[in-house]
């Protein structure tokens, strides 16, 4: 089971960025999947989830408006695109899965991408 | 500010016990939600240590246990190691707002 993310760099503040988690190993679509962040030094976000086998999201009010998670169970991936960058969304962006319902532990965890925004 | 309160920091010496909290609200632990632990290395991704409140992923040393009660719950590490020496975090879920993941600030654990 692995879980590999991708798209993490430099952006400017207010720019775009779209981070992907490609999933081997089990079925997104069985799965709650979200995006996890943690800004340097600090301690671990919730940004945002998605249903495994319907189209509900939820997202932190901190993120809500500006960034957009999706999925395609067809190609075992989630993606979170990222609009209107902020300084202060500069952290580590993780997606991890949890089984079942979107209350239980995250039982797979990514390596982690860094998204940095800065001028 | 984090939904669910952790001691920022807490430490023992090699062999002591030591415990962590983890207070929330009556919309997620109180809630009846289930309280999940994580251990985190440096430059590492978090790690499950207790699910469901006091369950042991296979692997994980039963020198770690969980426990909650109310609104709270707290993570105990007897015959503390080196190796511990890692920040621990806690999570459940909100049902404020539609329904939301909540972790706590994070626990830096030293050992002494």
């Known amino acids: 089971v692995q879980l590999v993310e991708s798209g993490g760099g430099l952006v400017k503040p207010g720019g775009s960025l779209r981070l992907s988690c490609a999933a081997s190993?089990?079925?997104?679509?069985?799965?709650?999947m979200s995006w996890i962040r943690q800004a340097p030094g600090k301690g671990l976000e919730w940004v945002s989830y998605?249903?495994?086998?319907?189209?509900?999201?939820n997202y932190a009010d901190s993120v809500k408006g500006r960034f957009t998670i999706s999925r395609d169970n067809a190609k075992n991936s989630l993606y979170l695109q990222m609009t209107s960058l902020r300084a202060e969304d500069t952290a580590v962006y993780y997606c991890?899965?949890?089984?079942?319902?979107?209350?239980?532990?995250?039982?797979?965890w990514g390596q982690g991408t860094l998204v940095t925004v800065s001028s | 500010q984090s939904v669910l309160t952790q001691p920022p920091s807490v430490s023992g010496a090699p062999g002591q016990r030591v415990t962590i909290s983890c207070t929330g609200s009556?919309?997620?632990?109180?809630?009846?939600?289930?309280v999940h632990w994580y251990q985190q290395l440096p430059g590492t991704a978090p790690k499950l240590l207790i699910f469901?409140?006091?369950n042991r992923p296979s692997g994980v040393p039963d020198r770690f246990s969980g426990s909650k009660s109310g609104t709270s719950a707290s993570l105990a590490i007897t015959g503390l190691q080196a190796e511990d020496e890692a920040d621990y975090y806690c999570?459940?879920?909100?049902?404020?707002?539609?329904?939301?993941?909540?972790f706590g600030g994070g626990t830096k654990l030293t050992v002494l």
């Open positions: 998605s249903s495994g086998k319907t189209t509900y999201t």
């Open positions: 190993g089990f079925s997104l679509s069985d799965y709650y």
């Open positions: 999570q459940s879920y909100d049902t404020s707002l539609g329904g939301k993941v909540v």
């Open positions: 009556s919309s997620n632990i109180g809630a009846g939600y289930d």
């Open positions: 991890a899965s949890q089984a079942g319902t979107v209350d239980r532990n995250f039982d797979y």
């Open positions: 469901g409140n006091s």
